[in-house]
């Protein structure tokens, strides 16, 4: 039996995640060769139902710990009690309603907020990735939040630039959409973090020049099934040229609502597995090449 060992999810885990020796091939440009390269890279996207309560589960999971970035969503944390995770670096965080309930004083005129703190997303990278990543401020207020976007209670984005030798490799993203959000008040939190990239950004400003080419892996819980409701889907293609991966079940209650939209990037998703939430992590492989 030594001989013919069973096939466990940690086994294609391991074998889905394992990276291939760098790849690199000379390319004839005009009379001169060029390096070109290949890397592949491993994001896990997940919604950890508060990461305060599961980082030390997280640090007891190979897989998860093996990622060159994490994407989790449902953080339950803000800037001023962020939560370490040993081996990894936070590069990106952003909590809108506990951000506005912990900078904002109770005198403030406007009429109180009724937020959940189950809300959050963040990005956090590996010490060890061959890459690195800064954050993309995609809210100018961020200290007290957008008023809107607050009394919708929508959720939470937050963007990095993923980047080897000072060169952009694609723009990751942490998506927290709260339950029940209505697809108006979605639509206005998503154009909030990426109008950048989509085509109507010239509409609303005359002579600007939105950036449609930059690959882009969004990752995060929508809660919104794709397979239910096709608005997002369209939406997302539509506007920002993303196009959603399709997957299987992503909860433990058969629904999908934990997705990934790319444009411009080649990304292959493997489910994996979780005893700490509700929501099965995705394992996203990224081949980019440079």
């Given at each position: 039996?030594?001989?013919?060992?069973?096939?466990?999810?940690?086994?294609?885990?391991?074998?889905?995640?394992?990276?291939?020796?760098?790849?690199?091939?000379?390319?004839?440009?005009?009379?001169?060769?060029?390096?070109?390269?290949?890397?592949?890279?491993?994001?896990?996207?997940?919604?950890?139902?508060?990461?305060?309560?599961?980082?030390?589960?997280?640090?007891?999971?190979?897989?998860?710990?093996?990622?060159?970035?994490?994407?989790?969503?449902?953080?339950?944390?803000?800037?001023?009690?962020?939560?370490?995770?040993?081996?990894?670096?936070?590069?990106?965080?952003?909590?809108?309603?506990?951000?506005?309930?912990?900078?904002?004083?109770?005198?403030?005129?406007?009429?109180?907020?009724?937020?959940?703190?189950?809300?959050?997303?963040?990005?956090?990278?590996?010490?060890?990735?061959?890459?690195?990543?800064?954050?993309?401020?995609v809210n100018a207020n961020k200290s007290c939040g957008n008023s809107v976007l607050r009394k919708h209670n929508v959720g939470?984005?937050?963007?990095?630039?993923?980047?080897?030798?000072?060169?952009?490799?694609?723009?990751?993203?942490?998506?927290?959409?709260?339950?029940k959000a209505s697809a108006e008040a979605v639509k206005l939190c998503l154009y909030q973090s990426l109008l950048l990239y989509?085509?109507?950004?010239?509409?609303?400003?005359?002579?600007?020049?939105?950036?449609?080419?930059?690959?882009?892996?969004?990752?995060?819980?929508?809660?919104?099934?794709?397979?239910?409701?096709?608005?997002?889907?369209?939406?997302?293609?539509?506007?920002?040229?993303?196009?959603?991966?399709?997957?299987?079940?992503?909860?433990?209650?058969?629904?999908?609502?934990?997705?990934?939209?790319?444009?411009?990037?080649?990304?292959?998703?493997?489910?994996?597995?979780?005893?700490?939430?509700?929501?099965?992590p995705m394992l996203n492989k990224i081949v980019v090449e440079y």
């Amino acid at each position: 039996m030594a001989n013919h060992r069973l096939p466990t999810l940690s086994m294609k885990a391991r074998a889905f995640c394992k990276r291939d020796v760098l790849a690199e091939r000379n390319e004839d440009q005009g009379g001169y060769l060029h390096r070109r390269r290949q890397l592949i890279l491993i994001v896990s996207a997940f919604n950890a139902q508060s990461l305060v309560a599961h980082a030390g589960d997280m640090e007891s999971d190979n897989i998860l710990m093996n990622s060159d970035y994490m994407v989790i969503s449902e953080t339950r944390m803000n800037c001023a009690n962020t939560v370490m995770i040993n081996g990894f670096e936070l590069r990106a965080n952003n909590n809108t309603a506990l951000e506005h309930r912990t900078h904002c004083p109770s005198t403030s005129s406007e009429l109180p907020v009724r937020v959940s703190a189950a809300g959050g997303s963040a990005i956090y990278i590996n010490l060890q990735s061959s890459t690195n990543c800064s954050e993309i401020i995609v809210n100018a207020n961020k200290s007290c939040g957008n008023s809107v976007l607050r009394k919708h209670n929508v959720g939470d984005i937050c963007l990095v630039d993923v980047k080897v030798e000072d060169l952009t490799l694609f723009i990751l993203g942490a998506v927290y959409i709260h339950p029940k959000a209505s697809a108006e008040a979605v639509k206005l939190c998503l154009y909030q973090s990426l109008l950048l990239y989509s085509a109507n950004l010239t509409k609303l400003i005359p002579n600007s020049q939105p950036d449609l080419e930059t690959p882009i892996v969004l990752c995060g819980d929508f809660n919104c099934d794709p397979q239910q409701n096709s608005y997002l889907v369209e939406f997302m293609r539509n506007e920002f040229g993303l196009n959603y991966v399709q997957t299987s079940p992503t909860t433990l209650g058969n629904t999908s609502i934990d997705c990934t939209f790319t444009r411009n990037i080649n990304v292959d998703i493997m489910q994996y597995v979780s005893y700490f939430t509700y929501h099965r992590p995705m394992l996203n492989k990224i081949v980019v090449e440079y």
